[in-house]
């Protein structure tokens, strides 16, 4: 399943880059959804989220996919497939299997790093009878929506990400 593009590969994630993919887990994910100060409610859950130990669980799991593409200094964005996962709201040919996470660190947004993880995880999901699975974005988040409407996904309908009190309207897409 190795593909490799200019200097980076995509291959499944390794037991001993936990601690780096939780560091690049938090390095996406506060720069993608903290636009101000960084709130304690923020900083506790991507803190308790993104361990070291979390990553390694996600990395064991039988039941997905955890795709790692890397440069030669090591991980720079990777993309995490759970399957048994229905999407929160019935769709047609939608399979049981959510993407849960696509994250690329920031510097190599725009280099096709994105869309080759999406390729290679579209194939794997796939090969395991998944051949459309699902996924929610934020409904702020237009670069991310505008890549996944580029990469054919189509929405499916709404839910809410919840973190304390807060409640954060994502938008659900499908594979094509």
């Known amino acids: ?53 979390a990553v390694a669980g996600w ?12 440069d030669a200094a090591g991980p720079v964005g990777y993309l995490r497939l759970e399957e048994a996962r229905p999407a929160p709201v019935m769709a047609p040919g939608v399979s049981p299997a959510e993407i849960v996470t696509l994250y690329v ?11 080759a993880l999406l390729a290679v995880g579209l194939e794997a999901a796939q090969a395991r009878g998944l051949p459309r699975p699902w996924l929610a974005v934020n409904s702020e988040n237009t670069g991310a929506l505008a890549f996944y409407a580029a990469c054919g996904f189509v929405s499916i309908g709404q839910t809410v990400f919840r973190i304390g009190e807060g409640a954060y309207p994502n938008e659900l897409l499908a594979a094509p």
């Open 1 to 53: 399943m190795p593909e490799t593009s200019t200097s980076y590969q995509i291959s499944p994630a390794r037991a001993e880059e936990a601690a780096a993919l939780a560091a690049l887990s938090i390095e996406v994910w506060l720069g993608t959804y903290i636009r101000e100060g960084v709130a304690p409610v923020f900083a506790d859950y991507a803190l308790r989220h993104f361990t070291a130990e």
């Open 59 to 70: 990395i064991a799991a039988p039941e997905g996919v955890f795709l790692v593409a890397r």
């Open 105 to 115: 660190r920031p510097r190599f947004h725009g280099a096709g790093l994105g869309r």
